[in-house]
């Protein structure tokens, strides 16, 4: 509780001695509030070599207003190269190499804003390359005046907790292209090329495909055959 005295004095005579002082006093309330942070990517799968943005939105539910309102993003290694970032509303960003001693590769970027009123969001967008397949797990944290402040046992000045994190996992592919070379009918000798078969007698059909060259083109993963067999005909082996 804050008191605020005042007196007032002239030089002429006072005929009333004692309204002369005043005084007013006003309740301190520590903040409550909760920020949320969430993150969503524009991508997913991502293939090698092109763009990603995740943006990433803070939110203050109210009912304070938070100062010093930070999102710090941990950038996921081997997979992703960090290329920029851009703040909404003035934030000010830090892109930063952690690694000891650095290698110039940049994992962490923190974002802040000094003032986020009750009902207001901020966003930060980051963009990133793909280098290497894989799935990239891309972390955020938020933090601010408010959740520096809390000591264990004191008043809660921010929460939940839970939501005070966010993260978004990004699979980082290849681009194939795959094609169909032959498809050869073969007697039972598995060499003898044949255009016609009596019936009952086995045959096989030889089945090739290859991954394409090309700019951009590498290998294929989890590659699927699925063979439509004529009317008449039986699988007997493969």
Do not use: H
Request: charged share 25%; proline share 5%.
């Amino acid at each position: 509780t804050l008191s605020y005295e005042a007196d007032v004095t002239s030089s002429t005579t006072d005929i009333f001695l004692f309204n002369y002082k005043a005084t007013s006093e006003i309740t301190v309330q520590d903040s409550t509030l909760d920020l949320l942070v969430n993150k969503v990517d524009n991508s997913d799968p991502l293939i090698i070599g092109e763009q990603v943005t995740y943006t990433i939105t803070v939110e203050n539910r109210g009912p304070s207003d938070s100062e010093n309102v930070q999102a710090i993003d941990t950038l996921p290694p081997n997979f992703l190269q960090f290329d920029g970032v851009v703040a909404s509303d003035g934030g000010v960003c830090t892109p930063t190499d952690t690694s000891a001693p650095p290698d110039g590769t940049i994992d962490q970027v923190i974002c802040e804003w000094a003032l986020v009123r009750d009902g207001e969001e901020r966003t930060m967008d980051i963009t990133m390359t793909g280098l290497a397949k894989g799935t990239a797990r891309n972390e955020v944290e938020i933090s601010s005046r408010e959740i520096e402040a809390e000591v264990v046992g004191g008043p809660v000045l921010e929460g939940p907790e839970a939501n005070n994190v966010a993260s978004e996992n990004t699979t980082i592919t290849t681009r194939t292209e795959l094609a169909a070379v032959s498809k050869t009918a073969l007697a039972a000798d598995g060499t003898t090329v044949i255009t016609e078969v009596d019936a009952e007698e086995d045959f096989f059909f030889d089945l090739v495909f290859e991954v394409q060259n090309g700019p951009g083109l590498r290998e294929a993963d989890d590659v699927m055959l699925v063979v439509l067999l004529p009317d008449g005909v039986t699988l007997r082996a493969l």
